[in-house]
Structure formats: C-alpha cells, structure tokens
C-alpha cells in the first residue's frame, strides 16, 4: 500500500547543520517534505534556536511551512527565559524543557548533574515560572523534553494554571521517560498530547506492536505521530514516518486514525 504523506506534519525530527552528525540538512529535510506534499514540519535541535533557521529557509521551499523552536539545554542557558524571550521574537512554536542535559537523562545515563525543573521541595523553579509566563497567551508548544514523570505532571499542572494550552509529552515511552500508562491516561483528559516518536531498539522498550497498544490504551485523540529521525543509521525521517503509518495501518489502525495523528492534532497544535 502506498503511504500517501500530502498534509501530513511532523514536529520532531532532527538535521544539520549540528553538534551531532546528522543524516541531512535542514534544507534537505524541507525538500524531502515538500517533495512528499506534507504539510509543515518543526525542526528541532538539541543545541540551538531553531526559529531562525526556519526562517531562513522558509522562502526556498512553496507548499510546505517550516517551524523552529528552542530546547532548554547547557548550551543556551538551560532554564533561561531570556533565551526563550528570545526564540518567541523570533518566531519559535515549540519550547522544549531540557532534554539531553535533563538531570532524569543523566540519571539514566550514570551521570551527575543536568538540569530540573523542581526546587528541593517540589515545586517549580522560579525560572521555569517565568518562561511559562512568557509562552502564556502565546500559541507557541510547550513540551517536556526528557524530564522524570513527576517533573512532568508538575509542569503541566503549572502551565495549565498560566493557561497554556498547547502542552505535549515528548516522547512518553522513550527508555528516559517511560510515563507509566495511568499518568499518561490522566494527563490525556487534561488535553494534553503525546509526541509518540517511532520506536526503535535505541530509544524505546517498546515493539511497534507495543506502541500501537499503547495507543489505544491512551487515544488517537490525544496522539502525534513524529519520526524522530535524521540520525546516519535511522531512514530520512520522510521515510520513517511514512514507514511509521504503514506498519500502524498494517495493526489494524484506520486511515481515519492515522490522519488525526498526522495531520488534524498536529495543525492542532500549530494553530494552522
């Protein structure tokens, strides 16, 4: 079966030019999703604003909107709302707490240190207060990134109380995050989305017969479909999400389904 990609979007993948070697540039990641008639795409860093770059790039790609946001890592700041003052100036749709500097990483990792968003006695840091401050009233993301479960709750019940609408769970079933499934449940009938990346032997315990479950245990409702990819050994994420649907539709899941996780939630999300 032909996966058809037109409108579809994909609010998590990764390029270069970057720290890290990447499989493509985000030039050629826009081409590849103009190419496949999708919709918008969000390029994401781990290391810097992205919102600029989208910019860039915008004017040498028709048919296709390109995002950028900013990931709250050591090599902006951390948690910085100067920098995310920053990002929103320049057009950011998507706030990531901290993700490969999360101290719940670098927990997982064996490491000291990284980054949380809690003080000592639970609540949420006076930086972490003032850039959802920021992002209030905005229709910009905001995503968890790769902090604890608990972090995680905590934030959202924070930002909902700034009413900040748009919140998704970066990658709930990752082996960093693995959100137990009554939280994720919880949050979803909060209206909170879930960015459930394509699941592989390196970043999640779960088969894709796993993830499809998990699925259904949560929503479609509440779901986005994202590739994650642009990493040497993983497919060009075009490929991957197109590989993602296949194997998905091939579970039992509708078209219908699939294009409320590809394209209604995520235009959703972007106020398209």
Known sequence: MEIDLKGA???????????RERKLTYLEAAQQAQEAGMKAILIKSHSTITADIASLIQPLVRDLLIFGGIALNYPLGGLNPAAVETAMKLGAKQ????????????????KRGGITILKRGGGLKKEVIQILEILSGSDAI???????????????????????????ITHPDHFYVQMPVEMQKDLASRGVFFDRCFPTARTSPLTMEGMAKRIREVG???????????????????????????????????????????????????NL
């Open 220 to 270: 479609v409702d509440s779901t986005i479909l994202t590739s994650d990819f642009g990493q040497p050994e993983n497919p060009f994420p075009v490929d991957g999400l197109r590989g993602y649907i296949q194997q998905l539709i091939g579970l039992g899941f509708s078209l219908q389904e699939i294009d409320q996780m590809v394209r209604i939630n995520p235009s959703k999300l972007l």
């Open 9 to 19: 979007i994909d609010l998590h993948f990764h390029a270069g030019p970057d720290v």
């Open 95 to 110: 706030v990531w707490m901290p993700t490969l500097d999360a101290a719940n990483q670098h927990r997982c990792e064996g």
């Open 142 to 168: 905001l995503s968890t990134g790769h902090l604890s479960p608990k972090e995680s709750l905590t934030l959202v019940e924070g930002a909902q109380r700034k009413g900040i609408e748009r919140i998704v």
